[in-house]
């Protein structure tokens, strides 16, 4: 990873930039999510090793001081998966791949009692392998898969508002 910073003291406010890349040896996984529980058959028979990447930038900005605070980050990465007996030996999308990341944070200071703040996330939805065909076959269902992992789940997002008063207690409390 190569990461940039930099200090504006003037106006209180950080800034972070970091690009980085990492290689995942000997990951495990089961052969397209299915345990082969035969009488002859073993756990081991049904997991697999291969390896992933994880590779993006990531940018930071944070206001320090004032009665306005609060920080704004963005995430775009990338997290890959290669199995050789799992979608032809081509990469694809781990689970949890997020392509995209946002945070923001506010905090507002208004008097010594009274302070609010606001939150809000933003996070792509995981990858996910989506059946592209359902067949009946004897009487059973049986789903058919398109290339692993090429669907996505509907981006997650929030925000949360407070407000907050400050209550200074006797001594004995």
């Not at 306005?68 to 032809?88: A, V």
Request: without cysteine.
């Amino acid at each position: 990873s190569i990461e940039y910073f930099r200090n504006f003291p003037a106006k209180s406010l950080e800034f972070t930039s970091e690009i980085y890349y990492k290689r995942m040896n000997n990951q495990m996984d089961f052969i397209r999510g299915i345990i082969n529980n035969s009488i002859d058959g073993s756990l081991e028979e049904n997991i697999i090793i291969g390896y992933g990447q994880s590779y993006g930038i990531e940018l930071y900005l944070h206001k320090l001081s004032g009665n306005t605070t609060g920080w704004l980050s963005y995430t775009l990465s990338r997290t890959e998966q290669k199995f050789d007996e799992i979608n032809e030996g081509y990469f694809y999308p781990a689970k949890y791949d997020r392509r995209h990341q946002i945070s923001l944070t506010l905090v507002q200071k208004f008097n010594d009692k009274w302070s609010g703040s606001v939150v809000f996330v933003f996070v792509s939805g995981n990858a996910f392998t989506m059946p592209i065909g359902r067949y009946i076959i004897q009487g059973s269902i049986v789903n058919e898969y398109g290339d692993v992992n090429s669907f996505r789940m509907p981006p997650y997002h929030r925000m949360d508002i407070s407000l907050n008063r400050k209550i200074i207690a006797g001594k004995n409390w």
